[in-house]
């Protein structure tokens, strides 16, 4: 088993709706150790290099709006960035955020629990979770210096 790194973030409709601390919980509990973490205004620049492998697709542009908070009217827009380690890190934390889409994810996972489809047809599945170790290793040097992750 592999000791990974990945990177979490808990996005603007966790915050709004005051999710933090419930999905902390969850994170905490399932034995991966936090090893950074952050509150961060998403700039249009981050956001774009976050999500640069998605730039093709028709939903970008709302994907980018969604993390700055823009979809949700939030002004002051921040979002929780998180990094947790541990044996197998990457897929584990996958598993227990579930599904992206939050009406196929299973009840006990994150999304699963506290992800929706609002009455407005917004998507918002609360949280991010790097796909693998490729992903994991990019999106950690685009939201941390390596001098805030302590391990």
Do not use: C
């Amino acid at each position: 088993m592999a000791r990974e790194k990945t990177l979490i973030l808990i996005k603007p409709d966790a915050t709004i709706r005051k999710l933090t601390g419930l999905i902390i919980d969850r994170l905490e509990n399932s034995g991966f150790e936090m090893v950074a973490a952050k509150l961060i205004k998403v700039t249009d620049d981050l956001a774009r290099k976050h999500y640069d492998s998605l730039k093709n697709q028709p939903f970008f542009e709302n994907l980018i709006k969604y993390i700055k908070g823009e979809l949700h009217g939030i002004k002051n827009n921040k979002i929780l960035a998180l990094v947790y380690s541990g044996e197998n890190a990457i897929s584990e934390i996958r598993r227990l955020v579930g599904s992206t889409n939050p009406e196929e994810a299973d009840p006990s996972t994150i999304r699963g629990s506290f992800g929706r489809i609002t009455t407005k047809g917004l998507f918002e599945n609360v949280i991010h979770a790097s796909a693998n170790k490729e992903d994991a290793e990019r999106e950690i040097r685009l939201w941390f210096k390596e001098d805030e992750i302590i391990e």
